[in-house]
């Protein structure tokens, strides 16, 4: 399962890697694709997993998720 996750307040690479690291220590989550240029996720999923966890985990990062 993959989902995209539209973030606000990445600004480079070091913002992508501190996103990253907080989608995959979810543990449902298998990988994360971020960009800052682009202010997306795409999250691989190994099971369903609930959205605000996801939306959670990037906040307390630092970061806001628009949808």
Do not use: F, P, Q, W
Request: proline share 0%; charged share 25%; aromatic share 2%.
């Amino acid at each position: 399962m993959e989902i995209t996750l539209n973030i606000e307040g990445m600004m480079c690479a070091h913002c992508e890697a501190r996103v990253k690291k907080a989608l995959e220590s979810v543990s449902t989550v298998r990988s994360a694709v971020v960009s800052h240029e682009t202010g997306t996720a795409i999250v691989l999923l190994g099971e369903e997993t609930d959205a605000a966890v996801l939306k959670k985990a990037v906040e307390d990062a630092g970061y806001k998720v628009i949808s």
